[in-house]
């Protein structure tokens, strides 16, 4: 809600919102069945207009088209830092990046040459801006750029960061999804949430996100390299994309809430 007041959207935005999700989820159900997804029998199974399903349809193609940009933007970016990691071209044996320089110098490998390399079609200036926004890189002496983190996350409040929260967020719901109405033959997707025994006071925080960075962000560094290591032999244009995403909360303490370590674990 915080998000959702910071940008002045609406309640009426939010029942658009979620009559678009029913109408897109109704249509895919007619389509497992076999049956036409038109908007007459959308509009009828609905209760809706058959101009209110044309309109609202119409809106979230729009959207979505937007969504892909920013999410392709995003993968790009990803794979740039972890080429720069990576790739013997552009790291030492250890892993440690490379720094590169801005432009063609003899015996120096180039931020351009990464780029290229990490297939991406967006402009070279673009990228750069947006990893020295994020704190991804340094310029140094403008003459070439280090890489000080591998992990990309957007600077500031804008539309990029609101579809980076969407994509993830639904990730997450989709975890919980599948785990609750999943088959009996098709596998639990992991899933484990580790809290403290109770409140605590907010110092213990820092120290939570310290041990997190030291210990964990390592090892899902070696998870980042193990799928790209294993993933050439499995890749399928029409196949679908699997992850594995970790994240930080805090909550406010319920009354009536039961004491004691709480750990969920349903993979």
Known sequence: MPVVFSYGVTAQDIGEIFRTLYLETLAEKLKEQGRPATAPRLALMAGLTRGEVEALLSRRLAKRRLRARSSRKLDELTRVLSTWHDDTRFSTPYGAPLDLSLKPERGFKTFNELVEVADVRSDVGLVLDELLAAGCVEVHVEKFVRCVSRVFIPAGVDSFQIAR?????????????????????????????????????????????????????????????????????????????????????EEARNDGEIEGKQVANDG
């Not at 719901?173 to 997707?189: A, D, Q």
């Open 165 to 249: 929260l969407g994509r993830y967020v639904g990730a997450l719901i989709g975890n919980f999804v599948h785990n609750l109405i999943r088959k009996t033959e098709e596998p639990s997707y992991y899933e484990v949430v580790v809290s403290t025994d109770g409140p605590v006071k907010r110092e213990f925080r820092d120290a939570i996100l310290k041990y997190i960075h030291t210990r964990l962000q390592p090892a899902l560094e070696d998870m980042a390299r193990w799928l790209e290591s294993h993933e050439l032999e499995f890749r399928d244009g029409h196949g679908v994309r699997f992850g594995l995403g970790t994240f930080f909360f």
